[in-house]
């Protein structure tokens, strides 16, 4: 068991030191390539978070579990996405699709991790292999409604054309159109309407969002 360990530590360290070389040495001596640190975050995780893409190949290779939770629920297809590294997030989903639709504490897909960094071609690719965009987080928003109430345009319009819902509302019964509007994103909302957004919604006060002085 020491001697494992050992190994696991180095295998950890050679990942975020970057040594491709040491890397293969270690998994050969027989190193986990799911080994994890003190924090939870495995070695799979190091390497998508810091861009390493022939040693994620590595670990991979030897069976890395792509399907583990480190901190916050996040995976490596999580961390990939926040930073928006879409190369490591393709590679991983070709290894193991079912990556694709787990959540953190936060509830969050990789795909919604994505749309709250703002990163298009991370979005993309996660669309492209098959994410649910009518996905929701804890607050019940979906993707659709972060990307347009942060004014991500291209984004929008990429979640719309997969056919994320226009009508969804959050807990706070908030849809994509209405938080849009209230940000005066106005580039955004002529494509909520033609995707059928109700011109009439009214806020939580009850206010016609577009004729806030009349009740």
Do not use: C
Request: charged share 20%; aromatic share 6%; glycine share 8%.
């Amino acid at each position: 068991q020491w001697l494992n360990n050992k190994k696991n530590s180095a295998l950890l360290w050679a990942v975020k030191k970057g040594s491709y070389t040491q890397v293969r040495s270690i998994l050969w001596l027989g190193a986990n390539p799911s080994a994890a640190d003190e924090t939870g975050t495995t070695a799979l995780m190091h390497a998508a978070q810091r861009k390493r893409v022939a040693i994620l190949g590595l670990l991979l290779e030897a069976g890395a579990d792509t399907k583990v939770s480190g901190p916050q629920g996040n995976t490596a297809l999580h961390l990939a996405a926040e930073v928006g590294y879409d190369k490591i997030g393709a590679i991983i989903l070709e290894k193991n699709p079912e990556s694709l639709e787990i959540k953190n504490v936060k509830g969050k897909t990789p795909l919604f991790r994505a749309v709250d960094g703002g990163h298009i071609p991370m979005v993309d690719v996660l669309i492209a292999k098959g994410a649910n965009v009518n996905t929701r987080d804890n607050t019940q928003a979906t993707p659709l409604i972060k990307a347009a109430e942060t004014g991500y345009f291209q984004i929008t319009s990429l979640l719309l054309k997969a056919g994320a819902d226009v009508h969804a509302v959050d807990a706070s019964k908030e849809s994509a159109f209405l938080r849009t509007a209230e940000n005066s994103y106005t580039n955004i909302i002529p494509m909520l309407l033609e995707a059928g957004a109700d011109i009439n919604t009214k806020d939580k006060n009850a206010y016609f969002i577009f004729q806030k002085d009349n009740p």
